[in-house]
Structure formats: structure tokens, C-alpha cells
């Protein structure tokens, strides 16, 4: 844990250093004409504000005008590729309390290195165009309303380093189709949603080596088909619920052979 952290610090100094740089290498000014990548940013971000719902806090009141640079939570700095010219870095919109969706168009942002959305009120699917982000190096989506499955888009990302991202309650639409649950080190985190035990036809549930926490949901007793539960190397706290295996007896004998870390 220490080195994840370490790692995430080394990796904000970078971004800070590259930002500071920038602002000597070129005025903003002189670029927000003719440069196609902050045009193609312009376009990604107008049609994101389109699909929002809710602004409360008018986090996005600053985001008109074609200076993209200059909207809040939107980071400029040399592109990866051409250090000559601006594009648009990385967006950092969390604990915004913002509700709407993510449109296929932010795929527009190819040279984005992080996307921080945590903690808002964002719904639907992850964008499939989000593959073609092939510089995005951080990804937190964690505390939202997204719906569907695991977001399979994520692990088409090629640069992906850090992932964020919690279990939706809305998995519970998915009880009569989903037969297995595995997403081992993916970065999920926060407490698994009640709902989790509604899926009484899953056999194998796996989220082992993520950053989940909290009490296991007692719901998790309606699993009545699971004969694979792996929880370990989380922040889980107190026991299996009682039903999840038939004895109470079963309850200790397992945790072992399951893999699961408590913390009594």
C-alpha cells in the first residue's frame, strides 16, 4: 500500500513539474487558435455539458469559450508526443456533486493522463470511445450511479495504471444472467452495495487484491449458489454473514482457505 501511494505521489510531482514547465514554453493565448487538439477538446467538453443534469456548485460556469485551459478542472500541458504545442492534460471534477452522463466524445481527449470524476452523481455506461484514450494513466470513477457490469472498456486502455471504481447497486439488474463475478486487482473500492446479495445465481465471487472495505453485506446470505468467495488482500472488516456456507463452523474453516482478511 505504501508503494501504491508513493507511486501516485511520484506520478502528481511529474504532472505538476510538466505543468509548471508549460507555462513558460508558450502562452495559452497565442495557442487557443489553430491548435486542433485544444479545437477537438472544445468540442469533447461542449457536448459533456450537454449530458449533464445537475450543477449545483457551477463547477462548470467557467466552461464557454474556446480557452478550454481556463475552464475549472480542465489541466493543459505539453502533448506527449509534440511538447511545442498545448492539449488538454487531465480533467479533476471531484466531490462535485455534478449528475448527467460521459459522452462518446470525450474518446476526443487522446492525449488525457488522468480523469478524476469521484464522488458525483455521473449514471449509464463508461464511454466505449475510451479506449482510444492511450495516454490515460489514472482513471477514478469511484462513488457514482454507473449502471451495467463491469466497465470491460477499462482494461482496453493501454497506458491504465490506477483504477478507481466501485461496484454499482445496480448489479442487481443482472441476478437471472450473471453466473460469476471476478474482478481481482482492478482497483475497486469503497463497501460492496447491499445489493450484491440479490445475485443468487452467482457461483464465483471474486474482487481479491482491491481496496474494498467495511462489513461484508449481510444480504450476501442470499447467495445460495456460491461455492467461491475470495476477498483477500482488501480492508474488510467483521465476519461472513451467517447462511453464506451452511454451519457456523463453516463460517471460520473457510476464511482461511478463501483467502479472506479480517479484522476482528
Known sequence: MASYYLDVLIHWVFVVVILLISLK??????QKLNNPRLMQAHAALE????????????????????????????????????????????????????????????????????????????TGPLPKNFTKLAYLYELDIS???????????VLAIPSLRYLDISIPSSVAKMKDTLNEIIISNTGLTGPLPQEIGYLDKVTVFDVSFNRLEGELPGTMQGMKSLEQLVLKHNNFSGVVPTGIFETAADRYSHIDNIGCIFKR
Open 143 to 153: 462513488f457514482n450511479q454507473f449502471s451495467g457490469p463491469f466497465p470491460q472498456v
Open 47 to 122: 457536448a459533456w455539458t450537454h449530458c449533464m443534469t445537475s450543477d449545483p456548485n457551477k463547477i462548470t460556469s467557467t466552461w464557454s469559450g474556446p480557452n478550454v485551459c481556463n475552464y475549472t478542472g480542465i489541466y493543459c500541458a505539453p502533448a506527449p508526443d509534440d511538447s511545442t504545442i498545448f492539449t488538454v492534460a487531465g480533467i479533476d471534477l471531484k466531490n462535485a456533486n455534478i449528475s448527467g452522463s460521459l459522452p462518446e466524445d470525450l474518446g476526443l481527449l487522446t492525449d488525457l493522463d488522468f480523469f478524476h470524476i469521484n464522488s458525483n452523481r455521473f
Open 25 to 30: 514554453l508558450k502562452p495559452l493565448e497565442s
